[in-house]
């Protein structure tokens, strides 16, 4: 049964730096455009990075650009967001999501199928 399961998330100070990842089971990340959203309790959902099947185009929220990248490790068959320069507004529970339907990556949230579970990022000031 093909799933994602989020880890990494962590409680750290502002101006620190966690490593995000997204275990796949049961995909295949070539076929799959995948990304990372966050939510912050009685806000809406918000694209924050995005990465193409072929794992070469990126789309990248303004509000993380320059601090936050995004990869994936098909040998681990992972989906990994690096954060850089952590604020307090970056605090919010962080989602990994796929789609095999589109080729390039989009910070929409209709577009994805399947979702992980969440992992909580909490950066104090």
């Known amino acids: 049964q093909a799933r994602l399961e989020e880890s990494g998330g962590d409680s750290v100070q502002a101006g620190g730096s966690l490593r995000l990842s997204c275990k796949a089971s049961?995909?295949?990340?070539?076929?799959?455009?995948m990304a990372w959203f966050r939510q912050v309790p009685g806000k809406e959902r918000e694209g924050v990075a995005a990465?193409?099947?072929?794992?070469?185009?990126?789309d990248i929220a303004d509000s993380v650009k320059g601090r936050f990248t995004i990869s994936k490790d098909i040998a681990k068959m992972t989906l990994d967001l690096q954060m850089y320069s952590l604020k307090p507004e970056d605090t919010a529970m962080y989602y990994c999501?796929?789609?095999?339907?589109?080729?390039?990556?989009?910070?929409?949230?209709?577009?994805?199928?399947?979702w992980g579970q969440g992992t909580q990022v909490t950066v104090s000031s």
């Open positions: 990465l193409s099947k072929d794992g070469v185009t990126t």
């Open positions: 999501a796929a789609t095999e339907r589109y080729t390039y990556p989009a910070l929409r949230e209709e577009r994805y199928n399947s």
């Open positions: 049961g995909y295949t990340l070539e076929t799959h455009s």
